[in-house]
Every structure is written in C-alpha cells, then in structure tokens.
C-alpha cells in the first residue's frame, strides 16, 4: 500500500470547528460550530498541528470558510497565552501500510469500538499521546513538519535495525531505512523513544544485540528502547507467529542485562529495558525500581509493577475497616499482593485482589488495559460487600469507553460499589 492510499480513506484535510467555549476570544469574533478554518497568515492549515503551531503568536490572520460558503478574514490580537477557545473536529488518522503477523488490530474480534479496528502509524499522535509508529509511511512534507514543528519526543517502533529483518517483519518490501531515518531526526533536534517487540527466531539472539547496538550508536537523542515479547490474541495469526518460550525471555533479558550495564556505565542511565511481562514470561523477579531510571516507557507496560510500590510507599491514610476490591488481569495477578500488603499497612484498609481472565480476546492476553467491559460488570455486580472497587484507567479512552463499547458509567452503575478508575491504585482513594 502507498502512502497516498493510506490517506484517501474517505477523508479531507479541512479543519472544522467542532465546539466554540463560551466567553472566549472566539466567540466574540463570531467563529462558530461548523466554520472551516482555511489559513493563517496566508498558509494552508492542514490539520491540527498547524491550527496549533501557526496560531501559537499573540497576533496573525486567521480566513476560515462559513457554511455558506462565504470566506471571512479575522485580524486577531490576543493577549499573551490566551486560547481561543476553538474545539476541534477529530481528525483523519494516517493510516498503517504494513501487515505484520502479529497486527494486534488484524486479530481483534468483532464487537469492539470501532476506532480499534483502524490500523494507525500517525506521527501526530505519536507526538500527543505517545503511540508507536514504524515511519515507514512518511513523506518528505511529514519530515519537515515534524522538523519544524519540533515534534519531540517521538515514539518508534524499530523491532530490527536490519532492514532486510525489518522488512520481514513488518511485511512490508518498501519499509525504508529506520537508522538513516532516525540519524536525520535525531540529527535535527528530535528525540525518540523506541520498542523493539521481540518475535522468536526472527529479531531475537544477535538481531535483537545488534540493533541494541545499532540504536546506542545514535547518540543520546535516543532516549530509550524497550524490549517487549510478542503478544498474540486468540483469533491472530498463530500460524505465522508463536509466542516466545521461557527460555527465550531469560536469553532477551541477559541480552538487555548486559547492554543496559553498558549504557550506565557510558551515559549514566540503563537505556534499555525490558517489559514487565518479559520478566513475567522468563518467570525472573523484576529488577528493582531503580533499575528503570525515571521510568520513561510506563505506558509500554515497562516498570509499572515497581511503579506502583514507590508511589504506594509514601501513601498514608486512615482507611481502617474499609473495604477494597482492585481489579485487574491475569498478569498483574501474581505481582500485586506485594503492593496490596503495603498498602494495607500504611491504610489499615482490607484490600482485595480481584484478578480477571481475558475471555474476549482468549487466555493469553492478561494485560489489564485490554479487559472488557462486560468482565467488570461480570465482577462486581453483585459486590455488596466492597466500599470501594477500582478499575485500571488504562482499559478505557479518553471517553472512558472499554474496549467492547461499555462505558465506566455503565459499570459503575451496575456495581453496588462506589466504582472509580485507577492509575496507581492510591490516585483513586481519597473521600471515602
């Protein structure tokens, strides 16, 4: 697939104006729900990184297009910092052109929001939210953009410095030269956060301590590579692609051990880290908090379990005889008592760990953040004897949507429980 296929999806590039803030600078100069914004100072607004960067100055011109069809032009002065108060429509995702066997969105099951049956590799929110890309579907404007916008850090999905490996991996014969990418991002002021998802008999062994290699030859711009096993769902490609065994975890992890050691030695921080579940599958104990620096990738699963006790180690409250239920997946099972103990010391609180299966997506995926909906409101239903449940906020969207299109406030309805979404645990209990 080129890159322009991945682009005409039945989508545009205008920019439409969702929602105008009452009171704002926008709603004085009459901009309204429906408007287009065309340009600023004479240059095209392509989407939302440039109604962002270019309107940025205290003063510009702003055209926008009514529903009419009649153009405006707006000479704006605005207070220092002060937005405008426009909201945005959602805007068009740039769309992946690879198809590796491990897909996560080619393995999903039917009846999940729609959203997550659409494979995006865009840069942009790789910059707002931290997901991983390839770079594989760039064209020279995206490469400046994100030059001149300085759109950093971002976040790379490398798997294997060897383009021949990559290629193999990503399905795709076109995928271009991720260091010679990376080399002129990082050359430009770019920062980058990687991932290596380890695929047995493909990018582990050397492959996986080369591209190591490879990836801290680029200097210090490139912040940090985390090792992940790949993960399969029941309806994926188990045919192409198996899971690594034990033995293969306990070898990853000597290989990111011995480079880590490396990196602190030469730039005073490991660099490299293995996920969680990486240690979970080698059944290694974790290394020890320090170990994960300022924990960087949390979001990629990397150091969350050590995470979750430094934070729960300086929490204090009076919860005596109050009555808790965490909820999360199979993979945390085993991990959380530890945490769970401490907080029961410094709380007084009765804890309980209420650890769920995955059945939409099958056994072997035991993450929290991919659990349904339908198995919390399975859980606590009829949960009379908790004060207080918690759920991972990691399995909703921004909507606090779950995957299989329950919302929270469904749950939390159906619960006899006060139902709160938690990110560490001791975020969520406070007031109760």
Known sequence: ??????RTDSITSMIM???IQASSLAEELGIKPGFELISVNGRELIDFLDWEFLTGDDQFVLEVRDPSGGRIEYDIERPHGLPLGVELEPPYVIRCNNK???CFVKGNPKGLR????VKDDDYRLSFRYGNFVTLTNLEDHDVERIIEYGLSPLYVSV???DTGVRRRLLRNDNAPDIMQQLGHFLSNGISCHTQIVVQPGVNDGEVLEKSLEDLFSLGEKLLSVSVVPVGLTTPNSGHLVREPSRSECVEAIRTVDRLAAAAKA???????????ELYMRARIDLPSADRYDDFQQLENGVGVVRHFQETAKGFRADLAGKRIGVATGVAMGSLFPDILSVLRESTGARFELIVLENELFGPSVTTAGLLPGSAFLGALGNREDLDLALLPAEAVNDDEVFLDDISFIEVAEASPADVRLSNHIVDSLGGI
Do not use: E, N, P
């Open 1 to 6: 697939m080129s890159r322009g296929s991945s």
């Open 17 to 19: 104006v969702k929602d």
């Open 100 to 102: 590796c066997d491990f």
């Open 114 to 117: 729609r959203a997550l049956y």
């Open 159 to 161: 798997h294997a410095t």
């Open 266 to 276: 030469k730039r005073g921080i490991s660099w490299v880290y293995g996920s969680d």
